[in-house]
């Protein structure tokens, strides 16, 4: 593996800002364009990550009108990022624990756990998740 190779995982939060202008979308573009560097970066997420962006977007279409349809597209395009999609039935023990520990939601606790067993950090949007772990770095913040 090359020195030079980025690797981590990334939370919903980060990855929805690549389709959603909200804060951080410039910081998200930047980060998901290491995936079409020499070499590519290599994004880890949950497989709760599509879910949870699909639950964002529809959000989006009932509180603000937003077509399903691009919604639609938006999800087609996410599947088509280089992400690495690893089970959360092999994260779900540890993120119970690590949720219990750190008081976060099961579900930031799969990302966190997963970085941690990968020893990469946790790149999230999520300021609050970013403090509650060591290795995780918060998108504002990423360089």
Request: hydrophobic share 50%.
């Amino acid at each position: 593996m090359s020195e030079n190779l980025f690797r981590s995982v990334v939370d919903a939060s980060a990855g929805i800002k690549l389709f959603l202008e909200e804060p951080l979308s410039v910081q998200a573009h930047a980060l998901f364009a290491k995936l079409t560097e020499d070499p590519p970066a290599e994004f880890y997420v949950p497989d709760l990550f599509y879910i949870e962006c699909a639950n964002i977007f529809l959000k989006y279409a009932r509180r603000y009108g937003r077509a399903l349809d691009d919604s639609q597209t938006d999800l087609a395009n996410m599947k088509k990022l280089a992400l690495k999609p690893v089970s959360t039935a092999d994260l779900m023990e540890d993120a119970l624990s690590l949720a219990s520990q750190k008081n976060l939601t099961a579900y930031d606790a799969c990302y966190a756990v997963l970085a941690q067993r990968l020893n990469i950090p946790l790149i999230t949007a999520d300021e609050p998740l970013a403090k509650a772990v060591e290795w995780a770095i918060w998108l504002g913040d990423f360089k």
